[in-house]
Every structure is written in C-alpha cells, then in structure tokens.
C-alpha cells in the first residue's frame, strides 16, 4: 500500500497535521507513527488568545483542556494583571481526542529507523511508501544554529485545599536566581489542582530533576499550598534561538520534509510552538498534491518567513543571554512587562511593529549598555546570519 502522507512522529505539529486532514481531507490515505505507547508525549502546551485566529480556536477548542481571560506576572518590583485571554492543552487531552479519531491512521508503540522523502523503514524492517513523509520526531541537533536553553520541571499537583488562584501565573520571577533567567509558571486547572513548572534561561542546564523538585515543592510551601499528591510531571529543554545559518540548516534536511521544533518552528525567544503548528496543519490540508518535493519547498518557505520575522526577537535573546551578570537577567523581562498590553501580545503573536520594537528599545536599558552593544552584534554575518 502506498500513502499519501505518512507522518514520523505523533507530537503536535504532526498530530495536528493528522488531525486536520482527518476532518478536511477524510479521503486521503494518510498514517501517522509514532514511537511512544499513545501520542504527544507528556507536555501541556499553551497559547495566548490573540496568537490564533477566530476559525483556528475553533477547530482547536476539542483539545483545549482549560482557558482563562487574563493571566498574571511578577517580577520583585512589578506585578501586574494581563487581561488577554489564555490557554493550555494538556497531552492526556490531545491523546485521547486524536487518537480517537485517527483509528487505523495511528501507529504507536512501534519504532522507525530510518526514513527518505518517501519512505520510511520501521524497526521491525517493515517498508512502507508514501507520496510524502514528514518527520515531526522533533529538536535535532545542528551546527547551524547558537542556542541557549529554556530548562524546565513541571509538576501537576493536587493539594489539600483550594489554591484560590483565578488565573494563570505565566512568570513569577520573585524567586532566586541561579545560572540565568528563572521563574516559575503556574497553571490551576481546577479548584484544588495546578500545575508548577520551574523554568529557567540559561547557557547550559545543569541542574538535575531532583533540585527542580525541590525548587517546586519550595514554591508551593511559600504560597502556603500543602500537597496532597503529584499526578504527573513533565520535563524538557527547549531551544531559545540566538543566531543562526538558515540555509545550512535546511541544508541539513536533504529534501526530507520537517514540522514542529525539527523545522525550527517555534517562537525564538518564548519557546512557543503551537501557533506554528496550527498554521501548518492548515496549510498541509488546504494543499491539492502532498508530494514531498511540494512538501519540503512550502515547509521551508514557511520556515524562512518565520526565521525573517523574528530577527528582532533573536537580537533580544542574545540581549538576554549575553548581557550583564546571569542572575539580573530578570530584570530584562521586567521592564518588558512594564509595557502596553497591545505591544506584549503582538511579541507573544510574532508580530511586533516597527514601533514596538523600538519601544522595547528606548529608554533606560535594564543591562549595561556597553554589553547590550557587544551581544547586539555578537554572531553577525561571519558565520551566522542573524
């Protein structure tokens, strides 16, 4: 049997992908595999109100296992309420929903070893043929790009007695700071049940999960929240992009087709992945031919434009990772909170104007400005197209 598409791996830009073609597309023959016992792993993820558009929420609203119409930050000198709508999906909700309606298109528990823009090899040396592969078994390592790391530990806690949360804490910076940028994120889900995720910006993540444990369970005491018991914990890294060779990094792909984070896909500076992968799935789904030429040719295009437009967004990683002493890097996000709601939702959003971005620029620089300048122009067009 030959298919249309066969899909390496069943995160979320592929299960998306899956997903989406499965409602608009039902005729086509498609088979997502994915290597793990059921799909998307063991994530939530998350996106702001405004980063999708009204029809993509909708199609989107199965998955979403809780929202909220404002969240909250902190900072030791600033704490303020955003009122933009917020959203979390949790990877026991994504799996159960898709799963369910992809039937016989899902593979799991089963291992590929190799694959080519159309064919993919399974451990068991099945070969199976597509006009199309897309491999979505996400971050690979590359030369072509400076990276820092979002190193995070999350826990999904019940607790004794009601939190008395009423919206998300998307940063909470008054926490100690170690090798760079740290805060934790919190999610409440239900009266009594939340998720802590100890999240730290740093050069090279070395602290192991026993530490990011206890930095959870410090947090929660000092709320005065007791646990009860943990549910579930989610850990990962994911790459924060300060420079980098587009072109060798396509390169690298060979022809092969690539999604989600192996695409380079995701917000550089925040890490979030999801808005990119909703407009994939619908541009995959709105294509007349899935053939891995046409594949490959749209996912780079796509990726290019992504990578040109957030230019300014890696100029504020490297501000970020390269200025001033580790533990003031909050200071930098801080002041950033201190702007208007319109500019921080269009940086969540990936589109930031002309104006914002000097906004964010202008006026006293939370990291000396004789640093700013040096990690400003760090990794220009030598090596690495900024």
Request: contains cysteine.
């Amino acid at each position: 049997m030959t298919y249309d598409l066969i899909l390496a791996g069943g995160g979320l830009a592929n299960g998306l992908i899956a997903w989406r073609l499965k409602q608009l597309r039902p005729e086509l023959r498609v088979l997502c595999i994915e290597e793990q016992p059921h799909m998307g792993g063991n994530h939530t993820w998350s996106f702001h109100e405004s980063d999708l558009t009204a029809e993509q929420h909708r199609w989107l609203q199965p998955l979403v296992m809780q929202s909220w119409a404002a969240y909250d930050v902190h900072f030791p000198q600033r704490s303020r309420r955003l009122n933009s709508g917020y959203a979390s999906i949790t990877s026991e909700r994504f799996a159960d929903v898709i799963q369910a309606d992809l039937g016989d298109a899902l593979r799991t528990g089963q291992r590929i070893s190799r694959l080519t823009p159309s064919a993919v090899v399974m451990e068991s040396g099945e070969q199976l043929q597509a006009l199309a592969v897309i491999d979505g078994r996400g971050v690979q390592p590359t030369v072509n790009m400076v990276l820092g790391q979002q190193a995070f530990l999350g826990q999904l806690l019940r607790l004794r007695a009601p939190h008395g949360l009423t919206a998300p804490i998307i940063m909470d910076a008054r926490v100690a700071q170690y090798q760079g940028y740290r805060f934790v994120y919190v999610l409440p889900f239900t009266a009594d049940t939340l998720l802590i995720e100890d999240t730290h910006y740093v050069d090279q993540h070395s602290f192991s999960a026993a530490q990011l444990r206890q930095h959870v369970a410090e947090y929660a005491a000092a709320q005065g929240w007791e646990i009860a018991e943990c549910l579930r914990e989610e850990q990962g890294v994911l790459p924060i992009t300060l420079a980098g060779d587009f072109a060798g990094f396509w390169r690298e792909a060979a022809g092969q087709p690539r999604s989600g984070l192996r695409a380079g896909l995701f917000h550089c500076t925040t890490g979030y992945s999801l808005p990119h992968a909703v407009r994939l799935a619908d541009w995959i789904a709105a294509q007349p031919s899935l053939n891995a030429e046409a594949l490959d040719r749209g996912i780079r295009a796509m990726a290019q434009q992504a990578w040109n437009s957030q230019r300014f967004y890696r100029l504020l990683n490297r501000m970020l990772f390269l200025a001033g002493r580790p533990a003031n890097r909050w200071q930098v996000m801080q002041r950033f909170y201190g702007l208007s709601e319109g500019l921080i939702s269009r940086f969540y959003a990936g589109r930031s104007t002309l104006a914002d971005k000097l906004r964010v620029l202008t006026g006293k620089p939370p990291v000396p400005i004789n640093e700013a300048v040096k990690a400003a122009v760090r990794y220009l067009p030598k090596h690495y197209e900024n």
